[in-house]
């Protein structure tokens, strides 16, 4: 009897944890009226199952730590299993003491061609690079698991940035777009290169500092939170001084502007004219927004 007990305890516990992302998949193809909807709606059952049932580490995640994210693929077109589409790739993380979710990653990958024949089984395999589909999704799953590591403890995300940089290697002579840094200054190359880079360090400092130090101090006090998440984005202009208009500074923002203006226009106020000249030298694309913070 206790053998079974025993048996049954590490079946729970092995259940409740391991995977590491709770996420959203979603395939809209309302562009594509000379196919059967049935493909699309098997793939999107597929992918969803693929993405949160694969390990992508060794670390086991309880339930509770699951990455919330979401994919969402727009298809344009589709011709005999091949599929020419954009991926929007989202994710976030909880704010300590609050139901609030922090968006972390905002990122739409509009270099994405895939073949996929319905039913087919989606496995990964991080030696050999099979299906550019696979390929896709293994190396944004994980850039959110590094992303979301680099917010609770400095440049711990590095692991899960390598396993997206071997995907990349993997990926460059795939002759499929994006995974080049021929295809563009703006893509998955780049993006991992970059995250990768010492010159781009002090993104990864912003994240923590951002994260960990600033929004999960605000329960106890929201000024202090306050401060140190404008003490984070002086951090982030480090990037600035090296490399104007860095691809990474572009995608704090993307993931962050809109936070920070709610934060910075409500709630215990804090002496912002610092802040806003260098908000507007550092993401100038985002002035309109910059100037609804009072």
């Not at 994980?142 to 692991?159: C, P, R, V």
């Not at 991992?192 to 993104?203: A, E, G, K, Q, R």
């Given at each position: 009897m206790y053998k079974w007990l025993g048996l049954m305890l590490v079946m729970i516990t092995f259940s409740a944890s391991g995977q590491e992302l709770n996420?959203?998949?979603?395939?809209?193809?309302?562009?594509?009226?000379?196919?059967?909807?049935?493909?699309?709606?098997?793939?999107?059952?597929?992918?969803?199952?693929?993405?949160?049932?694969?390990?992508?580490?060794?670390?086991?995640?309880?339930?509770?730590?699951?990455?919330?994210?979401?994919?969402?693929?727009?298809?344009?077109?589709?011709?005999?299993?091949?599929?020419?589409?954009?991926?929007?790739?989202?994710?976030?993380?909880?704010v300590y003491g609050s139901t609030y979710a922090s968006p972390v990653f905002n990122f739409n990958d509009k270099d994405f061609n895939f073949r996929y024949n319905e039913g087919e089984n989606l496995y990964y395999n991080p030696n050999s690079f099979d299906?550019?589909?696979?390929?896709?999704?293994?190396?944004?799953?994980?850039?959110?698991?590094?992303?979301?590591?680099?917010?609770?403890?400095?440049?711990?995300?590095?692991?899960?940035?390598?396993?997206?940089?071997?995907?990349?290697?993997?990926?460059?002579?795939?002759?499929?777009?994006?995974?080049?840094?021929?295809?563009?200054?703006?893509?998955?190359?780049?993006?991992?290169?970059?995250?990768?880079?010492?010159?781009?360090?002090?993104?990864?400092?912003?994240l923590y500092e951002y994260h960990l130090i600033g929004l999960d101090a605000m329960s106890q006090d929201q000024k202090v939170g306050k401060e140190k998440v404008m003490a984070s984005l002086k951090t982030l202009s480090k990037v600035q001084s090296v490399r104007p208009n860095a691809f990474l500074t572009r995608i704090f923002f993307d993931a962050k502007s809109d936070e920070i203006v709610a934060m910075f226009s409500g709630g215990p106020t804090v002496n912002t004219a610092e802040l806003l000249e260098m908000l507007n030298r550092v993401s100038p694309l985002n002035s309109a927004k910059w100037n609804r913070i009072k």
């Open positions: 996420c959203n998949v979603k395939i809209s193809f309302e562009r594509i009226t000379d196919a059967n909807p049935q493909i699309f709606k098997t793939l999107e059952r597929s992918l969803s199952d693929f993405v949160n049932n694969t390990r992508w580490s060794t670390r086991n995640f309880e339930r509770n730590e699951k990455i919330d994210c979401s994919m969402f693929i727009n298809v344009s077109a589709y011709s005999n299993n091949s599929f020419t589409a954009t991926f929007q790739v989202q994710s976030s993380r909880p299906s550019n589909l696979v390929a896709t999704v293994a190396y944004y799953a994980n850039i959110i698991i590094g992303m979301d590591a680099d917010s609770f403890e400095k440049l711990s995300g590095t692991e899960y940035y390598q396993n997206a940089q071997n995907v990349a290697s993997l990926g460059a002579s795939s002759g499929y777009k994006g995974w080049s840094q021929q295809d563009g200054n703006q893509n998955r190359y780049f993006l991992i290169t970059d995250l990768l880079s010492n010159t781009y360090t002090p993104f990864r400092d912003a």
